[in-house]
């Protein structure tokens, strides 16, 4: 069981960069593949990012390749994403969410992931 709570969402202007980040209480959270979601008003809920226990597996929504970039910190129990070049079209609850797989095929599906926070906020003004 782990218990996820993200951080660092805000309001920003079009170009600016914000940070998000993850923090995961309970056990083995070395062993999880993390993930970033997000949702727009309107919208469902869609794949932004993702890791694998090692860091050395990442894939990347194509609407953010380029401009985001996700890590972790197995020792502080913290995944963060790296948002710069920010759009308008970015604006959305962020959710960071936790795989206790270890398939590869199914990393950027939302359906495979076990566990979710409770989203931040994220608004990008023109």
């Known amino acids: 069981q782990l218990q996820l709570v993200e951080s660092g969402g805000g309001l920003v202007q079009a170009g600016a960069s914000l940070r998000l980040s993850c923090t995961a209480s309970g056990r083995a959270f070395g062993s999880y593949t993390m993930g970033w979601f997000r949702q727009a008003p309107g919208k469902e809920r869609e794949f932004v990012a993702t890791?694998?226990?090692?860091?050395?597996?990442?894939y990347y929504a194509d609407s953010v390749k380029g401009r985001f970039t996700i890590s972790r910190d197995n020792a502080k129990n913290t995944v963060l994403l790296q948002m710069n070049s920010l759009k308008p079209e970015d604006t959305a609850v962020y959710y960071c969410a936790a795989d206790r797989s270890m398939a590869i095929a199914t990393m950027k599906k939302e359906m495979e992931y076990d566990f979710w926070g409770q989203g931040t906020q994220v608004t990008v003004s023109s």
């Open positions: 890791i694998n226990w090692s860091g050395g597996i990442i």
